[in-house]
């Protein structure tokens, strides 16, 4: 049975707090709630599921956003019409990353702001992050453009960043000839 999940809002103290590293093993709790935000992230992917249970669109969410302060993230990316990879990464770290900078062009959205935000918000081209599976195993992902931008932005979410935070203020958009806008 489908459970939508109820997510903080961006007036939420919490969401600017740094969460904690998670030891393993991970409780069955934790297992349950990545489970259930792969499910609502999938749904939310679907426009049949995402009109029958109102969800707004979403690749990815942050255990923080739920009201959990722990370092675990779940990005649910729709690589085929109708298919999709779950990652699951506990304690991720990015440890390297592109020179090349690239921005969202229709910009950023976040399922724990309820608003329409103007402006880019500058990521790494491709990044490789390293963290464990649900089941405390080492693993390491390489991840360019799109998904390179959801991994920021939940990881952004563990250490109490928003994407908002990262928009030039003076000078919100960029054009083709300043950054590639994808």
């Known amino acids: 049975m489908f459970k939508k999940l109820d997510i903080l809002d961006e007036k939420d103290k919490l969401l600017r707090q740094t969460s904690k590293e998670v030891t393993f093993p991970l409780s069955k709790e934790d297992k349950?709630?990545?489970?259930?935000i792969i499910d609502?992230?999938?749904?939310?992917?679907?426009?049949?599921?995402?009109?029958?249970?109102?969800?707004?669109?979403?690749?990815?969410?942050a255990?923080?956003?739920?009201?959990?302060?722990?370092r675990i993230i779940v990005?649910?990316?729709?690589?085929?019409?109708?298919?999709f990879d779950n990652y699951v990464i506990i304690n991720p770290t990015i440890v390297s990353n592109s020179k090349?900078?690239?921005a969202a062009e229709a910009g950023e959205g976040c399922l724990s702001v309820n608003r329409e935000v103007e402006g880019h918000?500058?990521?790494?081209?491709?990044?490789?992050?390293?963290?464990?599976?649900?089941?405390?195993?080492?693993?390491?992902?390489?991840?360019?453009e799109?998904?390179?931008i959801a991994f920021q932005h939940e990881i952004d979410h563990?250490?109490?960043?928003l994407f908002y935070d990262k928009i030039n203020k003076n000078k919100p958009f960029f054009n083709e000839h300043e950054m590639r806008l994808i």
Do not use: C
């Open 32 to 36: 349950k709630i990545i489970q259930q």
């Open 40 to 61: 609502h992230l999938t749904y939310s992917q679907i426009e049949e599921y995402e009109e029958k249970y109102d969800l707004r669109p979403g690749m990815g969410l």
């Open 63 to 70: 255990f923080p956003q739920l009201g959990l302060l722990k």
């Open 75 to 83: 990005v649910v990316y729709e690589y085929n019409e109708g298919k």
């Open 100 to 102: 090349e900078l690239i």
């Open 121 to 144: 918000v500058p990521r790494f081209a491709r990044v490789t992050i390293e963290g464990f599976d649900e089941d405390g195993n080492k693993i390491r992902v390489r991840a360019r």
């Open 146 to 148: 799109d998904l390179s």
């Open 158 to 161: 563990l250490n109490g960043i």
